[in-house]
């Protein structure tokens, strides 16, 4: 449906900076870009529910929401075709050793381990940090959207999961590349046993991108370090809907993916996610 008459876009200019550490380069002045000013925006969740998409498009597309969203934007998609995605700082090689025959890989500009994008539910939300219910700091809000969510897929005929309680495995992910076989305190896992749940965030100036991996069944990588939220796809995206919404308290819009956000989100896959030296070594501009 289209936007309603108090949803509009609005733009500016990003700047970036190169950063002498990682040798990232700024991006190129004809870089098309969005950012968010303030706006009379209505007290609600501009939802943005896609189907699928290959990992390098998924992560060019959760960058721009970050960059341009305005308000609380959330995000559902699935991978197609399955991808592997690292996080910002693992070593690639390191990966390649264990991961799957001709999976492809992209690397997130969010930390945390290597997961296995297949079987899945992904979420990506976009909020300003202090706003509508979630916390000042980046690290507070995971165990707040996991514990609504969990509520909502057992409302939504979901197996009675659990909130990790301490972080376990390894956490620089050195040794065991799979996030879901660390889990971080937090982390929804299954009474069974296996992750069902884990997220990871990105702070830019008090706007934040969290984005997330919810499991509908496990894989031959992960094995039993994955297990299923006990909810078809259907159920899994609607429980993601319901739990975000009542924990910020907002009404939910159900909103076509706009054309200013595709054409960001396509300079972005350009000059980051589509280059084999960013998922290599973290080479170009500075997310």
């Given amino acids: 449906m289209p936007l309603s008459p ?12 190169a950063n002498p ?12 870009c969005l950012k968010s000013r303030p706006s009379m925006m209505p007290r609600m969740i501009t939802l943005y529910n896609q189907g699928g998409a290959d990992g390098p498009t998924n992560m060019a597309r959760d960058e721009a929401l970050l960059h341009a969203a305005t308000g609380v934007a959330l995000r559902l998609y699935t991978w197609s075709p399955p991808c592997l995605s690292l996080g910002l700082f693992q070593n690639a090689a390191t990966v390649r050793q264990t991961a799957p025959s001709g999976v492809t890989m992209v ?22 940090l202090g706003e509508h219910g979630m916390p000042q700091r980046l690290r507070d809000c995971y165990s707040l959207l996991h514990g609504a969510i969990m509520k909502a897929l057992l409302r939504h005929g979901g197996a009675s999961l659990a909130l990790q309680d301490s972080t376990v495995g390894d956490r ?7 996030c ?36 509908l069944a496990s894989n031959p990588w992960d094995g039993d370090a994955v297990q299923g939220c006990g909810c078809n796809q259907e159920q899994a995206q609607q429980a993601l ?17 706009p054309d200013h956000l595709e054409t ?24």
């Fill in 241 to 257: 809907i319901d739990g975000i919404a009542q924990l910020m308290g907002l009404t939910v819009q159900d909103c076509p993916w």
């Fill in 172 to 178: 620089r992910y050195e040794q065991e590349p799979r």
């Fill in 107 to 128: 690397r997130r500009i969010t930390g945390g381990g290597t997961i296995y994008h297949i079987h899945e539910v992904t979420y990506a939300l976009v909020a300003g």
């Fill in 21 to 32: 550490r990682w040798g990232f380069k700024p991006l190129s002045p004809a870089y098309p």
């Fill in 180 to 215: 879901f076989a660390s889990p971080a305190a937090g982390d929804i896992i299954h009474p069974q046993g296996g992750k069902t749940l884990g997220s990871a965030g990105r702070n830019r100036q008090g706007r934040f991108l969290i984005h997330g991996s919810l499991k």
């Fill in 6 to 17: 108090g949803l509009r876009c609005v733009s500016a200019t990003l700047d970036y900076h």
């Fill in 264 to 287: 960001l989100s396509a300079s972005i896959r350009e000059q980051r996610y589509g280059d084999a030296g960013w998922v290599e070594r973290r080479e170009g501009p500075r997310p």
